[in-house]
């Protein structure tokens, strides 16, 4: 018998919508019934993504261009939804891109920009679903971090830091907002088939082809599974987190890693 989500019908935001991760997990919630609105900076490919998956599962979503990092985004996009669909459940906090390099080239402007889209982004946007949740006696909030806010490595700032606050504001606004069934976890992932990838093999490894590409990859980030992930693999973790099956699960960051990370 199919595992029932209990998601149809609700109302869901996913930041960083319009490609790789965001869009596959956009397209899963979709796909269970849910009214989904994505943003990202691009307007015409966010429409045009909007529009593919609308046409994909028969259920409406609305795209909304803005840049997150920007101190009114949050109260935009938040009020554009509730316009929309006429309520909150769901929030998944994905936007952002992983940035690293060596600390001294690290400008300020370099950090500030790093944390106002992944933090701060992040945090207003909490902020600004957390009293809609609350009148709905209930919510989910999936921030979407990456292995790094557990284990620094050389290389991986200002993500890494980013990444970990994150975490931090994770577990303390589950522990806040559990009273009021208003449920707060992170998924922290490490090597998902993107855009990002696809750019640095046709950039550094034109020669090899896509499976060979991961294959390789896979090899070179020791992944004990020996593959990379699908994004479609992480929208299934995200939409078990975000239904009524997960009603018992807050404050937990599951590492999405093929079990690279050596801290659980």
């Known amino acids: 018998m199919p595992m029932e989500l209990g998601l149809a019908g609700k109302a869901a935001i996913v930041t960083g919508g319009s490609d790789g991760l965001g869009r596959a997990i956009a397209e899963r919630l979709s796909a269970e019934g849910v009214g989904v609105t994505i943003c990202a900076r691009r307007e015409a490919h966010l429409r045009e993504e909007a529009g593919a998956i609308?046409?994909?599962?028969?259920?409406?979503?609305?795209?909304?261009?803005?840049?997150?990092?920007?101190?009114?985004?949050?109260?935009?996009?938040?009020?554009?939804?509730?316009?929309?669909?006429?309520?909150?459940?769901?929030?998944?906090?994905?936007?952002?891109?992983?940035?690293?390099?060596?600390?001294?080239?690290?400008?300020?402007?370099?950090?500030?920009?790093?944390?106002?889209?992944?933090?701060?982004?992040?945090?207003?946007?909490?902020?600004?679903?957390?009293?809609?949740?609350?009148?709905?006696?209930?919510?989910?909030?999936?921030?979407?971090?990456n292995t790094g806010a557990k284990v620094a490595r050389a290389g991986g700032l200002p993500t890494a830091a980013a990444r970990a606050a994150g975490l931090a504001v994770t577990k303390a606004l589950s522990q806040e907002y559990a009273p009021e069934n208003i449920l707060v976890n992170g998924v922290c992932i490490g090597v998902v088939r993107s855009m990002q990838w696809e750019r640095l093999r046709q950039r550094e490894s034109p020669e090899l082809d896509e499976e060979d590409f991961y294959r390789r990859f896979a090899a070179q980030r020791a992944v004990p599974l020996g593959r990379v992930a699908h994004a479609s693999e992480l929208a299934d973790l995200v939409a078990f987190l975000v239904s009524e099956r997960a009603s018992y699960i807050t404050g937990v960051a599951i590492n999405f890693d093929g079990g690279a990370t050596p801290v659980p």
Request: aromatic share 6%; net charge positive.
């Open 54 to 145: 609308e046409a994909a599962t028969g259920h409406p979503v609305l795209p909304v261009a803005l840049d997150i990092g920007a101190p009114d985004a949050a109260a935009r996009l938040i009020g554009a939804a509730v316009e929309r669909f006429g309520r909150l459940d769901i929030l998944v906090n994905n936007a952002g891109t992983s940035a690293g390099g060596k600390f001294e080239s690290l400008s300020d402007e370099v950090w500030l920009r790093d944390f106002e889209t992944k933090l701060f982004g992040a945090v207003r946007c909490a902020r600004e679903v957390i009293p809609h949740m609350r009148r709905q006696r209930g919510g989910r909030i999936v921030n979407i971090l």
